[in-house]
């Protein structure tokens, strides 16, 4: 069983950053190869992918927050990341890190609120 475990989650203030981080627990497993990403989901919305990094491809984002938001990997590390600046209380959701295939994180808060 392949485990991610999120963290970097928090509440802040409209125009603040956060850095979600998620690292993927599988020593046995090279996870250079796998696309693996962010998704979100507020109260009462639908998930919504985020983010998305593959191991050849550029990443991608939902339009809400490109220009914001940053995917990058450390392949060294097992880990993801999800740099997030200008946060906007519509940013506020759960959430949660995948790789691509295999497994979910639990998810971690974000609240955006004055």
């Known amino acids: 069983q392949v485990q991610l475990v999120e963290s970097g989650g928090g509440v802040v203030q409209p125009w603040d950053s956060l850095k979600l981080s998620c690292v993927v627990v599988?020593?046995?497993?090279?996870?250079?190869?796998?696309?693996m990403g962010w998704y979100r989901q507020a109260p009462g919305k639908q998930r919504e992918l985020v983010a998305h990094?593959?191991?050849?491809?550029?990443?991608d984002y939902v339009d809400s927050v490109r220009c914001r938001f940053t995917i990058s990997r450390d392949n060294t590390k097992n880990t993801v990341y999800l740099q997030m600046n200008a946060l906007k209380p519509e940013d506020t959701a759960l959430y949660y890190c995948?790789?691509?295939?295999?497994?979910w994180g639990q998810g971690t808060q974000v609240t955006v609120a004055s």
């Open positions: 995948y790789v691509t295939g295999l497994s």
């Open positions: 599988d020593s046995a497993r090279d996870f250079g190869n796998y696309a």
């Open positions: 990094i593959s191991a050849t491809k550029s990443p």
